[in-house]
């Protein structure tokens, strides 16, 4: 595997954020990391075209995630949107759905199903 891939994390938890670093293989991943909606709707434009991948948390201050998801797809409707929270319940799917994200991951984050999902939402062959 060649290329690198940018993932945008959007978490206000810090902790999340150092977990995902620690998870997510560096020699394919370049990670840049935000606390909230606002941020990463600034982050997105300010490197568009690099990010591949945006993980979003529902739950931040400032701006959540499903504010944020809506407003990155008034002017980005492709790029996959991975949400993520603390609630498991098919609601909250349905509703990071609704707002545009592209697949849903609920805490606690498992190494496997996420690099699953990701790989999934990158199409990322790993043969």
Do not use: W
């Not at 948390?57 to 499903?66: A, E, S």
């Amino acid at each position: 595997m060649d290329k690198k891939y940018c993932i945008l994390i959007a978490d206000d938890e810090s902790l999340n954020y150092l977990f995902y670093r620690e998870i997510l293989n560096e020699d394919i991943y370049n990670i840049i990391y935000v606390e909230n909606g606002i941020e990463a709707i600034d982050a997105l434009k300010d490197n568009y075209g690099t990010i591949d991948l945006i993980l979003m948390d529902m739950k931040m201050p400032d701006m959540d995630g499903f504010t944020a998801t809506k407003e990155i797809r008034k002017f980005d409707k492709k790029i996959p949107i991975l949400a993520q929270t603390a609630y498991a319940y098919r609601e909250d799917y349905d509703k990071a759905i609704e707002a545009g994200c592209s697949d849903y991951i609920s805490k606690p984050i498992h190494e496997e199903e996420l690099n699953s999902k990701i790989e999934k939402l990158l199409n990322i062959n790993k043969s």
